[in-house]
């Protein structure tokens, strides 16, 4: 019924967070603190998920269909449809150009006490030579817009100057390049007039 941890205790579930669509053909190893799993949907198709151990965390990074595999130090060696491929930690490639992506969940755009978002505040740290476009969703449209641009500095708060448009809910879209870290997103909120 899913992917567990054992500490020494009693096993625990870790792949809530994945959903209860049921997955099949796991294929799975592990290196340097992260756990690899290649998993089939039911439509068939293949999807690559990480388990990252220190932050008690998963990602999904790709398609990949691994048929076996094996880990030597830092790299797990993937045995794949179309050959033999290598996967590197994180910290192995620290100083590679790599581009990335990450998706918040659902964020409602108002409150039961009449209270709407005013503006954005994030906190990040992005390298001199890195950049993260954050975009925006509204209202599940599959749209997301460009809104603010966040270019290497050291850490430091950046007001995103938007306006949420009027919706139910909406989407953060962060795309990047290069080595950034996003500690935290608030929400300024004001109270909303009866009017």
Known sequence: DGFYAYDGTVPQLISEPLGREMLYDAVCGGCDKKYYASVRDKSGRYDLYVYDVSKNLWHKEDNLRILDCTS???????????????????????????????QSGIIGKSSPDKKVIQKLKIR???????????????????NFEPVFLMEGKQMQSFSIPIRIHRCDHFKFLFMGRGSAKIYSLSKIIVKRSDK
């Open 124 to 142: 990040a740290d992005v390298s001199p030579t890195a950049y993260v476009q954050v975009m925006i969703e509204y209202d599940s449209s599959g």
């Open 72 to 102: 030597r130090g830092t790299e797990l060696y993937c045995l794949t449809e179309n050959g033999t491929i290598k996967i590197s930690s994180v910290e192995s490639r620290i100083d590679e150009d790599v581009s990335w992506y990450a």
